[in-house]
T-cell receptor, first 111, second 113 residues
Framework: GNSVTQMEGPVTLSEEAFLTINCTYT??????LFWYVQYPGEGLQLLLK?????DKGSNKGFEATYRKETTSFHLEKGSVQVSDSAVYFC??????????FGGGTRVLVKP | NAGVTQTPKFQVLKTGQSMTLQCAQD?????MSWYRQDPGMGLRLIHY???????DQGEVPNGYNVSRSTTEDFPLRLLSAAPSQTSVYFC????????????FGNGTRLTVT
């Protein structure tokens, strides 16, 4: 089955710092890749996605590129804000609609 | 547009009690699923459904039942609650297809004592 490896954290940063969260996956075929974000007390929200190799997903200043050769989908943001404090989940989507989630990476941005 | 609605938000049960977690979506999504979220373990798939009348097991189905009598509703039943089922439960839905994202409810926090 599919699996996802991402750093658990917490990742603690100062405001305006650069953020990288690594994600590698194993999957059958060529899955679509998603990043979700979970703010405290809420459900998961789609942050961005990429559906084929070399695609770059972007949203709210976050970016991630689908790297087929390294089976990776690392999330980056150039200048984080306090409001970016959340838990971030990487998730490949295989055939049959099932998403496989990593353990999530908690990010804390301090002013 | 309500999206995915879960009730209740919080629930406390005693061991052995039963209950149903409700999930409804108004987006005409074919696919619906239940996940549980535990610290350090991410989200694990319990059961899922690709349409009315069709359900299947996910990664951790034991102790849970589901049914899908309508497109909109996908309740999750705990027949005899155990402390190991203390968790946060999320319902999620999507259109069919490899590129469609899941839409999540806000979760139900369940404590079994």
């Amino acid at each position: 089955g599919n699996s996802v490896t991402q750093m658990e954290g917490p990742v603690t940063l100062s405001e305006e710092a650069f953020l990288t969260i690594n994600c590698t996956y194993t999957a059958t075929g060529y899955p679509s890749l998603f990043w979700y974000v979970q703010y405290p007390g809420e459900g998961l929200q789609l942050l961005l996605k990429a559906t084929k190799a070399d695609d770059k997903g972007s949203n709210k200043g976050f970016e991630a590129t689908y790297r087929k050769e390294t089976t990776s989908f690392h999330l980056e943001k150039g200048s984080v804000q306090v409001s970016d404090s959340a838990v971030y989940f990487c998730a490949p989507k295989a055939a049959g609609n099932k998403l496989t989630f990593g353990g999530g990476t908690r990010v804390l941005v301090k002013p | 547009n309500a999206g995915v609605t879960q009730t209740p938000k919080f629930q406390v049960l005693k061991t052995g009690q039963s209950m149903t977690l409700q999930c409804a979506q108004d987006m005409n999504h074919e696919y619906m699923s239940w996940y549980r979220q535990d610290p350090g373990m991410g989200l694990r798939l319990i059961h899922y459904s690709v349409g009315a009348g069709i359900t299947d097991q996910g990664e951790v189905p034991n102790g849970y039942n589901v049914s899908r009598s309508t497109t909109e509703d996908f309740p999750l039943r705990l027949l005899s609650a155990a402390p190991s089922q203390t968790s946060v439960y999320f319902c999620a839905s999507s259109k069919q297809g490899p590129e469609t994202p899941l839409h999540f409810g806000n979760g139900t926090r369940l404590t079994v004592t």
